[in-house]
């Protein structure tokens, strides 16, 4: 049962325009969510949170998106750059630890 | 540089060995945790440890242990090694126990190919 799910394996999009990825989950019982960003041959990185009691977080060109009562999240890039390049994982945490998704591989196209 | 460090960076190793592999927590934090990324998957929680103690486990074979010791280090030991063990195998580390608000630091990676 997959808990957090990135249905987007991939996706393309222009520089400087903006990059959406979203993000699905299952478990009622996530309070807390969490972006990271993972570049090849790197470990994750952590790039935004958002806890559930919020529905907007931002960050600097990011911006994180909830809506709990779709169990639906969503990470805004803009704009986006070269260097946004890199596969970002979405993830829940509750209790002792994090469920992540299987990553959306996101490349920005100069 | 997250501050977890995690030896080795790679490891080719044979079907039916046995490997370990090595985490340092960031300085302060109590928490670490296992993931397996393998090719096509996301992150897999494997097991977490917080001030020595088994914390949580997830899809950990039995294959596999982990224990963490009394300056925070972490070994996750890989047993009776198969083809399809091979992964990428994180270490991450927290300052609490998992709890709301915490993120997790994560180590580079240790690359495992099992022949």
């Known amino acids: 049962d997959q808990q957090v799910k990135q249905n987007s394996p991939s996706l393309s999009v222009q520089e400087g325009r903006i990059s959406i990825l979203n993000c699905d989950y299952t478990?009622?019982?996530?309070?807390?969510f969490l972006w990271y960003k993972k570049y090849p041959a790197e470990g994750p990185t952590f790039l935004i949170s958002i806890s559930s009691i919020k529905d907007k977080n931002e960050d600097g060109r990011f911006t994180v998106f909830l809506n709990k009562s779709a169990k639906h999240l969503s990470l805004h890039i803009v704009p986006s750059q070269p260097g946004d390049s890199a596969v970002y994982f979405c993830a829940g945490n509750y209790g002792q630890n994090f469920v992540f998704g299987p990553g959306t591989r996101l490349s920005v196209l100069p | 540089d997250s501050g977890v460090t995690q030896t080795p960076k790679h490891l080719i190793t044979a079907t039916g060995q046995r490997v370990t592999l090595r985490c340092s927590p960031r300085s302060g934090d109590l928490s670490v945790y296992w993931y397996q990324q393998s090719l096509d998957q996301g992150l897999q929680f494997l097991i977490q440890y917080y001030n020595g103690e088994e914390r949580a486990k997830g899809n950990i074979l039995e294959r596999f242990s982990a224990q963490q010791f009394p300056d925070l280090h972490s070994e996750l030991n890989l047993s009776s090694l198969e083809l399809g063990d091979s992964a990428l195998y994180f270490c991450?580390?927290?300052?609490?126990?998992?709890?709301?608000?915490?993120?997790?630091?994560f180590g580079q990676g240790t690359r495992l190919t099992v022949v």
């Open positions: 478990n009622s019982m996530f309070d807390y």
């Open positions: 991450a580390s927290s300052v609490g126990s998992g709890e709301v608000d915490t993120e997790a630091f």
